[in-house]
Nanobody, 124 residues
Framework: QAQLVESGGGLVRAGGSLKLTCVAS????????MGWFRQVPGEEREFVAA???????VYADSVKDRFTISRDVARNLATLEMNSLKPEDTGLYYC??????????????????WGQGTQDTVSS
């Protein structure tokens, strides 16, 4: 069994900050890549940021310079620090784990496990 549990979502005003945490357990314990995606009703899940176990990070253009992804391999967790939040950052944020290296971490299909999501709402 693999499990990813997200936490840290909430309601914040535009310009504020939130920090999301994803804890991996079970088979997701030794993930190669970990990523964050977000989704709003009626739209496809959108890539936000991802990081390899070596610490190489990649970001969506819309969040670059505002969001920072990090990873603590020893503690099996990944965090997403979100600053200068905008109303368009609102969404259900999902953590994902890729078990075998390969493919583009910005692509939804390369991930093997997903969390249940945590809601972030940014008010204007």
């Amino acid at each position: 069994q693999a499990q990813l549990v997200e936490s840290g979502g909430g309601l914040v005003r535009a310009g504020g900050s939130l920090k999301l945490t994803c804890v991996a357990s079970g088979r997701a314990f030794s993930a190669h890549g970990m990523g964050w995606f977000r989704q709003v009703p009626g739209e496809e899940r959108e890539f936000v940021a991802a990081i390899t176990w070596r610490g190489t990070a990649v970001y969506a253009d819309s969040v670059k310079d505002r969001f920072t992804i990090s990873r603590d391999v020893a503690r099996n967790l990944a965090t997403l620090e979100m600053n200068s939040l905008k109303p368009e950052d609102t969404g259900l944020y999902y953590c994902a784990a890729q078990m075998v290296p390969g493919g583009d971490l910005r692509e939804y299909g390369v991930y093997d496990y997903w969390g249940q999501g945590t809601q972030d709402t940014v008010s204007s």
